[in-house]
Structures are given as C-alpha cells and as structure tokens.
C-alpha cells in the first residue's frame, strides 16, 4: 500500500506538472496574441475540451489577481488621477460651450459666403457641360462634314474617295469613341457597311457592263492592229525590194552613180522607218483611245480598298476565261466566212490583257496571262489546222494563213509566243501546194485547150512588153519593128503567168506560215514540181497526142524552147522574192525536164514530117524501074517531097531556134535518104537498071540543090552540126547512085576507096541492090572488067555481090 500510494502520487505530480506546463503555454499565446484556433481545435480533437477551459478559467483568475494587487501597489494614483479628471471634466465642457458659441458665430459669418461658393460651384459645373456641348458638337460637325463630303463624292461618281473618306469617319470618330452622340454613332454604325456594299455593286456592275462592250471593242482593237501590221508588212517589203534594188544598181551600175543610188536608198529607208515608228505610235493612240480601262481600274482599286483584292482578282480571271473560251467557239457557218473576226477577237482579247497585266496594278500577272495565251494559242492552233485540212481552195487557205500570220505578228509585238500558230501553218505547207498545184494544173488545161498554136501576133509596143520582155523571153534587148511575130503562141505568156504567180503564192504563204525566214529551196522546188509535172507534161501529152498536127507539133516544140529560156527569168524572180541576191540564184532542176520535153517535141514533129514523106514515097511504087530511055525530068514523089519541104521549112526556121531547125532539117533529109535507099532495098523493086537510077540521081541533085541553096542562105546553121553542108545528109542515098552508076563498082571492095567514096554505105544493102541490078540490052551498054574483054555492068556487079557475100 505505501508502495501503490507513492506511486499514485509520483503520478499526480507528473500529472500536475504537465497541467502546468499547458497553463504556461496557454498564457504565452495569449500574452503574444496568437491565433487560439489551434490550441482549442486540438483540445477538441484530443476530448480534453473541459481541461482547456478549466486552464482559461485559471488564467483568467491569475489576472485578476495581478489586477488586484496592482490596483492595491497604486491606489493612491487612482486617486489622485480620478481627481484630475473630473477637473478635466468640468474644462471640457467650458470649452465645450465656448467652441459652441464660436460656432454660432462662424456659422452666421460664413452663411453668406457658402452660398456664393455654391453659386460659384454650379457655374463652374455650367461651364464643363458647355465646353463638352461644344466638343460633342465640333466632334458630330466633323462627322457630319466628312459624311457631307462622301456625298458629294457619290453625287461626282467619284467613289474611291468617298471610299476614302468613310474610311476616315470610321477611323477618326467611330475606332477612337471621339462621337458622343450615340444615335448619331449608331446611325453611321449602320450605314457605313451599307454604304461599302452599295459602292461595291456599283463598282462590280460597272465591271460586268465593262465585260461586255470589251468583247465589241476588242474586235475593233484587233482589226485596227492587225491592220498596223498588214501596213508594217507592206512598207517592210517595199524597203526591202528597194534595198534589193539598190543593190543590183550598185552592182552593174558601178562609179559614183552607184554611190548616190546607195545614198538614196539609205534616206529611202530611214524614211520607212520612220513612218514605222510614226505608225506605231498612231496605232498605240488609237488603242489606248478605244481601250477605256478606268471602270477595271476602279473595280480593283475599290475591291483592294473593301479588302476584297483577291476575290476580284479571281472573279476577273474566272470572266476573262469563260469569254475567251466563248470567243473560240465558232459560229455557225464556213471557217472563211468568220476567221477574221475570230482573229481580230484573239488579237484584241491579249492585246487588252496585256494592258491591263501592265497598267492595273497587279489585278493580272504574267503568268495568268500566259496561261490564258497557252490554253488560247493551242486551241487555235487546231482549230486552224483542222480547217486549213478541210479547205477545197488554195486561195483560201492563203487568205486564212495571211490574217492568222497578221494575228501572229500583232501579238508578237506584244511579248506573245506565236510558235504553236505558226507551226501549225507550217504543217499545211504540203496541203495548200497540192491543192495550189491542181488550180494551177487546171488552169494549164485550159491555157492548152484554148491555145490555137498560132504565133502570137503583137502589134503594140506595150503588148510586146506584157507577153515578151515581161518574163525574158525576148531574143535580144533590141525592140523590134511592129507589128511583131513572136515565135510562141497564146499559151506561152499565159502559162508564164501562171508559173509566177504561183511561185507569188508559194512565196505568200511559205513566208508567213512556220515564221521561217529561209524559205528560197523549198519556192524553188515547188516551181520545179509544178514546170516538171504540170507545165511539161501538159505539153509532152499534146505532143504525144495521136490527132497532133505537123504545125502543132512544130509549135509546141518552139514554145517548150522559150520555155526553157524562161526558167531564167522564174529562177530569178523567185531569188528576188525570196531576198535572195538574183547573182546567188540557182537554175531550176526543170530545165532539164522541159528540155527533155522539147526533145521529144522536136521528135515528134520530126516523126509527123517523116510519116508524110513516107507517104509521098509510096509514089515510087508508080515508078518504072526498068525503062528503056532515061527519064527527061525528076520522078513525081520528089515533087510532092519537095513542095512540101519549101512549105514547110519556111515556118520552121521562123518557129525553132537554130539548133532545133538544123536537127529538124537534118533529120528529114537523112530520113529521104534512107527512104530512097529503103526503096532500092525493099521487096517492091525486084530490077532496076541504069536509067531509073539516073531518075533517082535527077531526084538527088534538086533535093541537094534544096539543101545547099537552105544551108547557105541560113548562116546560123553554118556553125552548127559541125559545120556539114545539109546536103552531107543525104550521103547514103548518094553514094549509092554514085556506086551504080559507077563503071567500076568493084572498086567499092577497096578500102581506100571505100573509106573516100562510099563511107555511107553497109555492105549489106550494098550486096542486095547490086542482086536487083539489070543490064541493059547489050546494043546499049557494055563494060570491061580484068582485060581488054568488054563485059556488061551486070557480070560487075554480081563479081561484086559474090566478093561481098565472102566478108559479110
């Protein structure tokens, strides 16, 4: 028990001394003025909130205690101090009743002055209310100034401005909150976005009839600059036929008169220049008075302005390619009829976006533009060559390939890549050639089928100048003496026209189209395709024709000769059409074919005189080839030879140039020849004897004398035909009568004498005229062969028959 109770009060004291100590800490915190919320949340949370409250109780009475006895340490001071407050008591409501009276008084002082102060007050607060009425006022004039002035711009149609000047209304009264009037500030609110839509639609509809009157005045845009460069075109190839000019006279002329051609010839095309670039800029004023822009420029203004750039931009774009894709669209009708206005559309369409890509802004670029072109020149280009392909007429396809080379060069000169088009052109090249070569194959037809081949009869100096100096086919440079007899026919100036202007064609067409600048070969080998298989064989048909006549054939021989001769002056004139130099000019490769032609002419008109005289040979079957005397006069088929060889010779030499009429002469005496040799030769002369061949040497000696008498009053053909009389052309059938009427024609087997005598003549017609030999009767002839025994011819010519039979 004493044990328990010394533990039990070993744990009262433990149990006191922690009481104390949380009375400690509770008197610190309260003497620090701490938070107690701690303290007494914890006692709470721990269930000792009676322990709390018995330690305040504690603390309180502790105070109140210390409170005691400090009252008890200083009751004398209370006192004291209670004494001094009651003194203070009393002075203070002394005071107190003087600061009242004081009152009064400043009171009944000051009552006068308050009320000017309040007077003062309301007018000060007068005044403010006037200075912001007059702020308020100047502020809402202003406004109603710049919306006064935004009238008077619309009522001016000047809408960029008035634009302008919403745009300041909005920013300088509206943004800055500077409009005290609400209503006012309300209104404009309302009525400036109305406004902006209201210029907008006026703007976008002055764009859409814009729209429409550009597709009219752009068609009249394209056809005034196509036809600037038709005239640029035309004063281009004038200078250019000057220069050429200028050059042939500085290159024959020579000297100082050469020197001032070259002299005039500069001042000649400086002068072309100049009117050049005066057209130009008469063509640029005239496209910039037509081309009125403003409504595009103030549509893109005002849009860029509204913050609506881009959207008109593509709203542009969008209507400029639905047009351009409505203007390539044909109309109804044949191609010839419309591709000028098509042409003068395109022109015009890219001659304005090209305007408007340089002056509005940046409303188009380049490559919008270009995109436009591209889509615009490939369609064109198809849509031109698939009509090019479709044409019936070369003058239509020229006419065509003339206005599209004119579209090319216009839009050209406006930066535009014409290739495309131009290549397309080009592509038809062989198209339009056939097609040209037929009109002109026709054409020779009928040149032909109307040609009587009579020589042309020119009575007129002028006459002479258009059908013979006017393509060279003059002889000489003399005039000569009218009225003149050409040696052509109709057919030969008119076929020379057609053969130039074809190459005129050629030439129009090949410098146009593919822009090539080097187009002289292929000119000159569609002349040589058209005098080669349309000229010439025209002609060699009607010289093979089988109703062809001695004096058509003789014509047409004559006429393929100045032909030929004329393939210098195509030659040359296709050089100067082309720019070539006419010295650089090379001959045409149809030369050739013509003179080939000619021949044949010249045979077939030697053939037609050859089968009459066969006709008139036939005579020698009437011919008595074994008479008893000799004949008195020349046998009867040699007067019909000879008439018809003095009629006929005369046109001839008048006719054909000197080589043609001497082969042509040549050529009927060998045939003669060969006739009268074939009639000793053939099966209808079984004998003759010495008497008919001296008939036939009658014959030899007038058709000799004929050609000698031809060949001496002819001087051209002395040096022709290696200068052998005509006679030499009937050697053979001469030295055959010389040989029978040889009395030693044995001799013939001597080569020497052979080689002298009897060049001419083949052993083997040789050895079948002596077989036909006879005698005469023995009375009348004898001969000597080998001794002093006379023998008749016949032993000598069968010795001679017999030897010859040995060689061949």
Not at 119 to 141: D, P
Not at 698 to 718: C, G, I, K, M, Y
Request: aromatic share 8%; hydrophobic share 40%.
């Amino acid at each position: 028990m004493a044990v328990a109770k010394r533990g039990g009060g070993a744990g009262g004291g433990a149990a006191a001394a922690g009481q104390e100590d949380e009375s400690t800490t509770l008197a610190s915190a309260i003497g620090n003025g701490e938070d107690l919320g701690t303290l007494i949340r914890a006692a709470f949370e721990i269930g000792r909130p009676e322990a709390l409250l018995q330690q305040l109780k504690g603390f309180v009475k502790s105070k109140e205690g210390e409170i005691e006895e400090l009252c008890r340490v200083h009751y004398e001071e209370f006192i004291r101090a209670v004494d001094e407050l009651r003194n203070v008591l009393v002075d203070a409501e002394e005071l107190k009743k003087r600061l009242a009276d004081d009152n009064a008084q400043m009171q009944e002082v000051g009552r006068s002055l308050l009320s000017c102060l309040e007077e003062l007050i309301q007018w000060h607060a007068t005044r403010a209310n006037v200075a912001a009425a007059v702020e308020a006022l100047l502020h809402c004039s202003g406004a109603v100034e710049a919306c006064s002035r935004v009238n008077s711009h619309v009522e001016r149609d000047e809408l960029y401005p008035a634009l302008k000047a919403v745009d300041c209304v909005e920013r300088d009264y509206l943004q800055q909150r500077k409009m005290p009037a609400t209503a006012l500030a309300s209104a404009l609110e309302q009525h400036i976005p109305r406004f902006r839509g209201y210029v907008e639609k006026k703007v976008s509809a002055e764009f859409s009839d814009w729209l429409v009157d550009i597709r009219g005045v752009a068609r009249d845009i394209g056809q005034l600059s196509m036809g600037a460069a038709s005239s640029a075109r035309q004063r281009e190839e004038e200078m250019r036929g000057r220069q050429r000019q200028a050059e042939e006279q500085s290159r024959w002329g020579g000297g100082g008169g050469g020197g001032g051609g070259g002299d005039q010839e500069l001042q000649s095309s400086c002068y072309v220049l100049l009117v050049d670039a005066s057209g130009e800029e008469e063509e640029e004023a005239e496209v910039a008075k037509r081309l009125q822009l403003t409504p595009v420029y103030r549509a893109h203004y005002i849009h860029e302005c509204l913050g609506l750039g881009a959207h008109f931009r593509a709203y542009y774009l969008d209507n400029r390619r639905l047009q351009l894709q409505s203007d390539l669209h044909l109309p109804p009708g044949p191609f010839l009829e419309c591709h000028q206005s098509l042409f003068a559309q395109m022109a015009g369409f890219f001659i304005v976006e090209e305007r408007v890509a340089r002056t509005a802004g940046g409303l188009v670029d380049a490559l919008a533009v270009e995109s436009l072109w591209d889509t615009a020149v490939t369609r064109m280009a198809s849509l031109v060559e698939e009509q090019l392909m479709r044409m019936p007429g070369a003058n239509h396809i020229l006419l065509v390939v003339d206005n599209a080379s004119l579209l090319a060069a216009t839009l050209r000169s406006y930066g535009y890549n014409v290739a495309p088009l131009l290549e397309a052109l080009d592509r038809c090249r062989e198209r339009y050639h056939e097609l040209l070569l037929a009109e002109r194959r026709a054409s020779v037809h009928d040149v032909l089928a109307n040609d009587k081949f009579e020589q042309m009869l020119l009575r007129k100096e002028y006459e002479y100048g258009m059908h013979v100096t006017a393509f060279g086919l003059q002889a000489s440079d003399a005039t000569p003496a009218f009225p003149y007899v050409a040696p052509f026919s109709a057919s030969v100036p008119n076929l020379c026209r057609i053969v130039r202007s074809f190459t005129d064609d050629s030439v129009s067409f090949l410098s146009h189209a593919g822009g090539a600048t080097d187009y002289y070969d292929a000119v000159r080998q569609y002349t040589d395709r058209l005098l080669s298989t349309s000229v010439a064989e025209a002609l060699l048909r009607l010289v093979r024709s089988p109703t062809l006549g001695m004096s058509q054939a003789m014509q047409l021989a004559a006429n393929l000769t100045v032909l030929e001769r004329a393939c210098d002056f195509f030659a040359a004139h296709i050089a100067r059409s082309c720019g070539v130099p006419p010295r650089l000019a090379a001959p045409l490769q149809s030369r050739a074919v013509l003179r080939s032609s000619q021949a044949a002419a010249q045979e077939r008109m030697l053939e037609l005189v050859n089968s009459k005289i066969d006709d008139f040979m036939l005579l020698t079957a009437h011919i008595d080839w074994t008479p008893d005397d000799a004949p008195d006069h020349g046998n009867a088929y040699l007067n019909e030879v000879l008439i018809y060889l003095e009629t006929l010779t005369p046109s001839a030499q008048a006719i054909l140039p000197p080589h043609a009429f001497d082969r042509w002469i040549r050529g009927v005496l060998t045939h003669v020849s060969d006739c009268i040799v074939a009639t000793f030769v053939s099966d209808d002369v079984r004998r003759f004897n010495v008497h008919s061949v001296m008939g036939v040497d009658a014959d030899l000696r007038v058709l000799e004398s004929f050609a000698h008498e031809r060949f001496v009053s002819t001087p051209q053909l002395q040096g022709l035909g290696g200068g052998a009389d005509l006679k030499s052309c009937l050697a053979e059938a001469r030295q055959l009568v010389n040989l029978l009427l040889s009395n030693q024609p044995d001799l013939f087997l001597n080569p020497v004498i052979r080689e002298r005598s009897y060049p001419a003549l083949d052993f083997k017609k040789v050895m079948v005229v002596a077989e036909k030999y006879k005698d005469l009767p023995d009375r009348l002839f004898r001969g000597v062969v080998g001794g002093s025994k006379p023998v008749s011819k016949r032993k000598a010519f069968e010795t001679l028959v017999k030897r010859l039979k040995e060689f061949v």
